[in-house]
Nanobody, 115 residues
Framework: QVQLVESGGGLVQAGGSLRLSCVASRSFFNLNVMGWYRQAPGQQRDLVASITRSGSTNYGDSVKGRFTISRDNAKNTMYLQVNRLKPEDTGVYYC?????????WGQGTQVTVSS
């Protein structure tokens, strides 16, 4: 079974940037539509960015123009570049397929944005 491991989160000031990574245990990303999800404190987990097998991307309105999703198939890694961070971007970020499958949820990576 493929495992997805997220990393790259941290504590940053508003306006800062981070690059989140999602590593798969084997070749995976080029076979599936993939996404980054965010769960803010006390909120449901929402899809914020997705990338298709052909590389087409889509973003939620709240992150459009600030976040960039990409993948490196050779490294079995997917990225989320998050720029101009806002306090409302705070949450745990997860990668998963789109639609998400329960067995792929990992521990996520925490992003905290201070004002």
């Amino acid at each position: 079974q493929v495992q997805l491991v997220e990393s790259g989160g941290g504590l940053v000031q508003a306006g800062g940037s981070l690059r989140l990574s999602c590593v798969a245990s084997r070749s995976f990303f080029n076979l599936n539509v993939m996404g980054w999800y965010r769960q803010a404190p006390g909120q449901q987990r929402d899809l914020v960015a997705s990338i298709t097998r052909s590389g087409s991307t889509n973003y939620g309105d709240s992150v459009k123009g600030r976040f960039t999703i990409s993948r490196d198939n050779a490294k079995n890694t997917m990225y989320l570049q998050v720029n101009r961070l806002k306090p409302e971007d705070t949450g745990v970020y997860y990668c998963n397929t789109v639609p998400a499958l329960a067995w792929f949820w990992g521990q996520g990576t925490q992003v905290t944005v201070s004002s």
